[in-house]
């Protein structure tokens, strides 16, 4: 999931204008370009991207053959805080409700 939504994100002007070229043959696209152009989908794209690079690189992490279990144990507490931190803590997550 994460290489085809770093992809999104690099080609973002580029689906649009392609969605803006298509939308007027059928009514999905029109509903697919509202939602490209929504604040909260555009804003949310970098923090979805923000997930799964942190779990791509935990599951990096544990791939590797001398990992001890104290050493994942510590390492999926740090992932934890940093979800939390961007996804869940009021003061440092993402609040779409300011853009609306």
């Not at 290489?3 to 509903?31: C, H, N, Q, R």
């Not at 001398?66 to 390492?75: Q, R």
């Not at 869940?88 to 779409?96: E, G, N, R």
Request: a neutral charge; glycine letters at 4%.
């Amino acid at each position: 999931m994460l290489a085809p939504l770093k992809w999104v994100g690099k080609e973002y002007k580029t689906l649009i204008i392609k969605v803006v070229m298509d939308s007027g043959f059928m009514k999905a696209i029109e509903t697919n370009l509202v939602n490209l152009c929504d604040v909260g989908t555009i804003l949310g794209l970098p923090c979805n991207l923000l997930m799964l690079e942190s779990i791509n690189a935990l599951m990096k992490f544990v791939q590797v053959r001398n990992v001890f279990v104290c050493d994942y144990i510590a390492i999926i507490k740090i992932y934890q805080a940093d979800l939390y931190k961007m996804y869940i803590d009021p003061t440092t997550s993402f609040q779409p409700e300011f853009f609306y």
